[in-house]
């Protein structure tokens, strides 16, 4: 026993020497990427300022974790991780919530346009009625929020920061607005072409590291630890060794190195995002509904197909339905949206309601065949000595009778469907779960978030099911 | 009198298994005939040959003119003119269930004769009142007992008007004053001028309501 407890205490001693920090390396570089000569280890300007950091605070190592950006502060607090660092921003709203260092690095959000558009557009009072990209949950997306009510822009957010770029230059979209580097770094991916970034910057912005908000003591370590880089010029060495030093961060940094206050702003009013979640909600039953119809229409042609065709049709709707069933509504939302592109470009909303509608299609179309081979054959031999041709009897026999089957697993799909329309998110349709996920990052909690979002749903899913329940009941009564 | 139905040297064969060898039997107009034997004998095989339901190896099926091979039943198409001259009351009825009695005998009436509604449900009334099941007309199948199912089911064979009316055992599930007021309509059946081929192994019904017997063994 006391053997283990000594292991134990081995095992645990060493971990209080190593900086946990938290970052999301599908950001990608200059903040953090996975080291190509090694893809275990990562790399970029943020590893080497947290490694900076784990130095001055006398931590043997720093160790990465992998989180998903839009919920590095959350994790922080679950105790994931000590220190989330990777393009964090400095909000009014994170300060209220949580732990924040002072900040490292200043950034401009600036605009990237397609090159023949940079003479007409010089900022983001020339996109009125354009639609704007940019990274959902960040200051540029809630800058865009307000250019969309001052302006009449329409906000476009992504989840990730290569897409708008790739969209600019597909021309979905009609500019990004985004933190300067990763503007650049998209344009240097990009061979310097297909866009520009137009020099005037739309607002600064800071990078932070943010920790628990119990954590402030630790924070205040390494506030210290941050400045002694800024002073020392180990800051400087990193940022010039990834490219990302100009003057302007010169002058940040001197400023930077004097002890300043943090301001806590009032924390966000709940109710002031239930418009927008309303909103949202709308998004979600819209787009169910016409998938769902879609899918209906989409899945009786296909178990007819299926039933009655001649060999080839059959063959050809197995493959689709087995090849639909057997590969993630995630893959084929990417293969709709951006696999398509080359070929025809399809609007967001057109392309979720789409993949969705056609995904679901397959699934429709096999409780569809289930319920239609359901139907006991003397019923359809009835229809024929009776003199119905085979249409006939599908319509007048076959299909009615196999609809009191159907009726059950379809409200099912229905209600699946309403909640597997949250994936169209990844392809930038804000939909009731992506619009939570925002509302929850910017006020810092998925507590009241989550419930509301919860309620929301359940809100659309119920009556739907009762409805279903009530239908079957009317159909049961004439059945056996 | 030429036959209604005459079925020549009728085989059909299930894998190895002979079900029907060289039956040959004819219906005239106006006349019952039974067709008898034991359980698998053949005799509901027998009647779904001569309704097209399935296909036979050998012989020949002639009615009222129109003649069915061997071979593989032909498409529905080509079948029109038999499924005017040839009712079939199933064994188990196979009323329409999501239908309600009167639209199981409209059905075929609006939709394979081209008649109007109204049309439609004067016939089927008419049809259901003869069978003593018009008070049944909006019931749903289910909520019908064992006798009006049948009688309903009579309705619905009956409604296209055929010239032959088969019948799959139509006394199996009957009480003995529902079976002898099922022969008494067979008998009008047959006074109207209809053919009727019955497939049962009731001796006594067939002694007493049919003309003749055909024994398959």
């Given amino acids: 026993m006391l053997a283990t407890l000594v292991l134990l ?11 946990v920090w938290g970052g999301d390396a599908e950001g990608g570089a200059p903040f953090v990427e996975a080291d190509p000569a090694d893809p275990s280890q990562v790399r970029g300007f943020d590893v080497d300022v947290a490694a900076r950091i784990a130095r001055g605070l006398g931590a043997r190592s720093a160790r990465f974790v992998q989180v998903q950006w839009s919920n590095i502060d959350q994790s922080v607090e679950r105790g994931d ?100 580097i990763i503007a650049q770094r998209a344009l240097r991916r990009n061979g310097n072409t297909g866009f520009v970034i137009l020099s005037q910057p739309v607002a600064l912005g800071h990078y932070v590291g943010v920790l628990a908000r119990g954590n402030s003591v630790l924070r205040d370590s390494i506030d210290a630890v941050l400045r002694d880089a800024m002073r020392d010029g180990s800051l400087e060495e990193i940022f010039r060794r990834w490219g990302i030093w100009d003057d302007a961060q010169g002058a940040f940094l001197a400023t930077a190195v004097s002890p300043r206050s943090t301001t806590a702003a009032a924390p966000v009013q709940a109710l002031a995002y239930l418009p927008s979640l309303l909103r949202a909600a709308g998004v979600t039953l819209l787009l169910s509904i016409l998938s769902m119809t879609l899918a209906v229409v989409v899945g009786l042609a296909l178990a007819s197909g299926r039933l009655y065709g001649a060999l080839p049709i059959r063959v050809l709707t197995t493959a689709y339905i087995e090849l639909v069933r057997g590969t993630p509504l995630l893959l084929q939302l990417f293969v709709i949206y951006y696999g398509l592109a080359g070929i025809v470009r399809l609007p967001a909303l057109l392309a979720a309601i789409l993949a969705l509608g056609l995904n679901y299609a397959a699934y429709e179309a096999e409780i569809y065949r289930g319920a239609l081979e359901a139907v006991p054959r003397t019923q359809l031999e009835a229809g024929r000595t009776l003199g119905f041709s085979e249409a006939q009897i599908l319509r007048l026999v076959r299909g009615p009778q196999a609809l009191r089957y159907a009726l059950a697993p379809m409200t099912n799909d229905f209600v699946a469907l309403l909640k597997d329309s949250s994936l169209v998110s990844v392809i930038t349709v804000v939909e009731l779960t992506k619009q939570t996920a925002i509302y929850a990052t910017n006020v810092g909690s998925w507590v009241v978030p989550g419930a509301l979002c919860a309620a929301v749903y359940l809100l659309m899913s119920l009556p739907l099911s009762r409805f279903a329940r009530r239908l079957e009941r009317r159909l049961g009564k004439q059945g056996p | 009198m030429s036959a209604l139905l005459a079925i020549d040297g009728l085989s059909v064969r299930f894998g190895a298994r002979d079900v029907v060898h060289g039956l040959s039997l004819a219906v005239a107009r106006g006349e019952i005939v039974a067709l008898m034997g034991p359980s698998g004998a053949g005799k509901s095989t027998t009647l779904r040959a001569v309704a097209a339901l399935q296909a036979f190896d050998a012989g020949r099926i002639l009615v009222d003119g129109f003649a069915l091979a061997p071979g593989p039943v032909p498409a529905e198409s080509k079948l029109r003119p038999l499924r005017r001259r040839v009712g079939l009351v199933f064994q188990a009825h196979a009323l329409f269930e999501h239908l309600c009695a009167l639209d199981n005998v409209t059905l075929a009436l609006r939709h394979v004769l081209r008649q109007s509604r109204v049309e439609s449900e004067a016939t089927a009334t008419r049809l259901l009142t003869d069978l003593d099941v018009g008070g049944r007309a909006a019931a749903w199948p289910r909520q019908l007992s064992g006798g009006e199912a049948q009688r309903v089911a009579i309705a619905r064979a009956l409604a296209p008007d055929p010239a032959l009316l088969l019948l799959d055992e139509p006394t199996a599930a009957l009480d003995p004053v529902r079976r002898s007021a099922l022969g008494t309509t067979l008998r009008r059946l047959s006074q109207q001028g209809r053919g009727l081929l019955v497939a049962t192994h009731d001796a006594a019904f067939v002694r007493e309501y049919t003309d003749r017997a055909v024994s398959l063994s």
């Fill in chain 1, 9 to 19: 205490l081995a095992i645990q001693q060493p971990h209080s020497r190593v900086l």
């Fill in chain 1, 81 to 180: 991780f000590t220190l989330g660092l990777s393009g964090v921003e400095d909000t009014p709203t994170r300060r209220a919530r949580h732990a924040v260092t002072i900040p490292y690095f200043e950034f401009r959000e600036v605009l990237a346009v397609r090159a023949d558009d940079q003479r007409r557009i010089h900022a983001l009072a020339d996109l009125r009625g354009r639609r704007v990209a940019t990274l959902g949950a960040t200051i540029a997306y809630d800058l865009l929020l307000a250019a969309r009510d001052s302006t009449g822009i329409i906000p476009i957010s992504y989840d990730d920061d290569v897409h708008p770029y790739t969209d600019l230059v597909a021309g979905r979209v009609d500019a990004v607005l985004l933190d300067h």
